[in-house]
């Protein structure tokens, strides 16, 4: 009898006539208690791939298909899915709050390592209790050690309790579908770089369920049966991800890690809604991506709308880079991020009144020219109108330099939505049931275990680890340490700019001899495209060494341009002569007619004449001489 891709074989005694059934494989059970047939397990961890890598029913039964192995009936496949999906969902959730835990107490403990620094400096700064520290000298170093938890140095006043409101985390929300009205959405709160850099929290929005649909187009009026449920949002799309945000500081909070800060893209309202509703003071800081992608695409749009103006990509990309630059160096000092984001367009137009030495090479080496190496021909932009443009499309970037000084990052969570994305692609509808659930959960378990997340859960459940499927996640594991540590060198970092700088440059060079290709409603225009192609530029000839010959033949050839007073015009004579043996008194002399009128005192001059029998043209001389050994011009 089979059952998915195990079975049972029935065998018949011939003694006694016992039928005894032996299953294809070990078989395991959730309770052993429970009546029922036990379950393959093979057949739960082909529920598990289901989750982690093949995708639905028909994508099962298309594999066995083309390995001509018999199908599985979709609803035995959506039994393997749910069954593997709760032991992976389990797991994941365990391994999200012990990661939440670590984060917590290590945020915790770190700040009141601060406040212990903070404390050693106020009493050496105020000479007090300077019995409490022991002045260690190493390598040439004065260390101060805190020894005031020893017994033989015990402070006489009590030291306050920490006060520590809330852990840090960066939050993100993604949809399954692309635009503003996805049927689903997911929310991971991650925990800072620092902390692990690991998945907290996820929430998971479905606008319909499956199963309530069915019963109400097909048995209207009556119940549903009994089912897992996924509606659980009855807003909009857009409203999503401040909901699912919502719902998961609350669930922090309640099991005892609250949050005190979040870092992210300001496109929700969240902060707000937390305040309202829940009553929870929460800082933001926003994210550093999605903030210079905000104001890059201004500058795009100011490029797009304003055809007269001289700004180029290439601009686009300097100023791109400047202001990351600005960003990254003025963390933490709201002043100097003002002061540099006032001087960044006046130090593009060559203007450094405003500039400071850290940041431009001109103060830094007055005596020394500047040039701007990522501009155009690496000179200051000089367009009045444009750097009006520019100071106005700044003017509110400069008014929020305080919000900017203090940024944060959710690329965290990118990479996580990423993974996602991977186990429910945006063009497969999963929302209908728990089974997105179950892949967002996979995803956040891989993020935090690695691949041999799939081992540990089957141990958890009393299911062998796989003696394949432990060597080769661990090998995978390994892999993707190596790349993501490759990924961070400088030199990588670099490569892959300079990569992207090759696109582009080829990008534009071939859009600009290609002529009209693709466009919107370009075959609807009525006047005629130009779709000629410019051809390649002609590569510069090499010249070659002419080789050795035994017999060479000489050919002089004198270029007469002594016409200087006929409007600077060339006579184009020339006598050419052929030595047929350099020992011989064979010659050939040949001359070529010119196109221009020749004056009679230049004959006087060059002592040539025209004789008709001796003319040849180029193309004959070409012809019938060999290889040039000698030019004379």
Request: overall charge positive; glycine content about 6%.
């Amino acid at each position: 009898m089979k059952c998915g891709l195990g079975g049972y074989l029935y065998i018949q005694c011939t003694s006694c006539q016992e039928l005894n059934r032996v299953p294809y494989g070990s078989t395991h059970k959730e309770n052993p208690s429970s009546k029922g047939m036990p379950s393959f397990c093979v057949n739960t961890k082909l529920g598990a791939a289901m989750i982690d890598a093949l995708g639905g029913p028909q994508r099962v039964n298309n594999v066995l298909s083309t390995l001509n192995l018999p199908p599985i009936s979709h609803k035995n496949l959506k039994v393997m899915e749910r069954r593997a999906g709760e032991m992976i969902e389990g797991f994941a959730n365990l391994s999200m709050d012990q990661r939440c835990r670590e984060a917590f107490e290590a945020e915790k403990r770190r700040k009141i390592d601060l406040i212990d620094m903070e404390k050693i400096k106020n009493n050496v700064a105020g000479h007090l209790h300077l019995a409490a520290l022991h002045i260690v000298a190493a390598e040439g170093y004065l260390v101060l050690k805190n020894v005031s938890g020893d017994p033989a140095h015990q402070l006489n006043e009590s030291v306050p309790a920490v006060n520590f409101s809330g852990m840090t985390v960066c939050a993100d929300h993604g949809w399954q579908k692309r635009g503003f009205d996805s049927l689903t959405g997911h929310t991971f709160l991650m925990s800072k770089r620092e902390y692990g850099n690991k998945v907290i929290k996820t929430i998971v929005k479905h606008r319909t369920c499956g199963t309530c649909k069915w019963w109400k187009r097909n048995r209207p009026g009556r119940k549903p049966r009994p089912h897992r449920c996924v509606w659980n949002h009855r807003g909009s799309a857009r409203l999503m991800e401040s909901q699912a945000g919502m719902q998961a500081v609350k669930e922090l909070l309640e099991q005892g890690t609250p949050v005190k800060t979040i870092e992210g893209d300001g496109d929700n309202t969240l902060i707000a809604r937390l305040k309202s509703e829940l009553n929870l003071t929460v800082t933001k800081k926003f994210d550093k991506n999605h903030t210079i992608k905000n104001i890059v695409a201004r500058l795009y749009d100011l490029q797009k709308n304003n055809k007269n103006l001289k700004i180029s990509s290439l601009v686009i990309r300097h100023l791109t880079k400047s202001i990351k630059y600005v960003f990254a160096k003025n963390q933490g000092q709201p002043d100097d991020m003002k002061n540099n984001l006032e001087a960044l367009i006046p130090h593009q137009f060559g203007d450094h009144s405003l500039c400071q030495p850290r940041f431009c090479g001109y103060k830094r080496k007055p005596s020394v020219k500047y040039l701007h190496r990522s501009l155009p021909y690496k000179a200051p932009l000089s367009d009045p109108v444009l750097r009006e443009k520019l100071q106005n499309l700044f003017e509110p970037v400069i008014s929020k330099a305080a919000s900017y000084a203090d940024l944060g990052s959710s690329q965290a969570c990118e990479h996580a939505n990423r993974a996602a994305s991977l186990r429910a692609p945006k063009h497969l509808h999963y929302g209908e049931s728990e089974s997105l659930d179950f892949r967002v959960k996979a995803s956040a378990a891989c993020i935090n275990e690695g691949r041999n997340y799939l081992s540990e859960t089957f141990k958890r459940h009393g299911l062998s680890p796989g003696s394949f499927t432990v060597p080769y996640n661990s090998k995978k594991d390994h892999e993707r340490e190596k790349r993501q540590k490759k990924s961070k060198l400088p030199e990588q970092k670099l490569r892959r700019l300079k990569l992207k700088e090759e696109r582009i440059t080829s990008k534009g060079a071939c859009e600009a001899t290609e002529g009209a290709s693709y466009e919107s409603e370009i075959s609807f225009s009525e006047q005629a495209e130009d779709i000629e192609r410019i051809p390649d530029a002609i590569p510069k000839p090499l010249f070659t060494a002419v080789s050795s010959l035994d017999n060479p033949t000489f050919v002089i050839i004198d270029l007469e341009t002594t016409d200087l007073m006929n409007l600077n015009l060339n006579l184009n004579l020339a006598e050419i002569h052929k030595c047929c043996d350099i020992n011989s008194d064979i010659r050939t002399n040949k001359h070529i007619m010119t196109n221009k009128h020749i004056m009679k005192n230049k004959h006087i001059m060059s002592s040539f004449k025209k004789r008709p029998p001796a003319v040849a043209s180029t193309q004959d001389i070409a012809d019938s001489h060999g290889p040039i050994i000698s030019h004379l011009g």
